[in-house]
């Protein structure tokens, strides 16, 4: 299938069990295997929501989204930080409302052609609009691989914490040891506008 096709033509559908997940592969074991056997379960119990990105019928990828929180400590921006905390008159430990991407994955076949940010940012975009029209929030974050980490930070816009700055120095030598190491990360719903 070809690229713009699929951008033109794409549609995000609820998990379901009606779903044939057999022939998806990414390129994670644990991404294959949440999607096979644990994201139908883990929504049943309303632990996710896992929306698949279909084209034609075809598995072309899928997210899996939940609450979060983030206490404003974690922060970069010192300025939005203070920002936020003078306007909400609360410290840095609080809470502030966030929806996580748990899993977010593009089959293996599609890979590598831009779609993963393409799908990401209209996962943004409604997001975006849940914060405006539905519920309060204002972040998203995302514990990302360190496999995944240029793909979130450098194209994407998330930010890490900034404790983890000595750590990701060293991102490359840590990709290839443990791929799979997690970052957290975050995105101000504020930059989306």
């Known amino acids: 299938m070809e690229i713009e096709y699929i951008k033109n ?10 779903h044939d ?43 899996s989204l939940l609450t979060d929180t983030m206490k404003l400590k974690l922060l970069r921006d010192e300025l939005e930080k203070e920002k936020i905390k003078g306007k909400l008159n609360v410290s840095e430990n609080n809470p502030v409302p966030a929806i996580k991407i748990g ?6 076949k599609y890979a590598g052609n831009g779609l993963g940010t393409y799908f990401l940012r209209s ?18 974050s995302v514990d990302g691989y360190a496999s995944a980490f240029k793909f979130y930070v450098t194209h994407n816009k998330f930010k890490n914490l900034k404790s983890d700055e000595k750590t990701l120095k060293k991102i490359n030598v840590i990709k290839k040891q443990d791929p799979t190491r997690t970052f957290y990360l975050y995105l101000d719903l504020k930059e989306l506008k």
């Open 103 to 108: 899993r977010f994955a593009i089959d293996r």
């Open 9 to 18: 033509n794409y549609i995000f559908e609820t998990l379901t069990e009606e």
């Open 123 to 140: 996962v943004l975009a409604n997001i975006l609009k849940i914060s405006e029209n539905n519920v309060g929030l204002r972040f998203v």
């Open 21 to 63: 997940l057999s022939n998806f592969e990414c390129d994670s074991d644990d991404l294959n295997e949440f999607l096979k056997k644990d994201a139908l379960k883990q929504q049943e119990e309303k632990l996710n929501l896992t929306k698949l990105i279909t084209c034609d019928g075809e598995i072309i990828g899928f997210v």
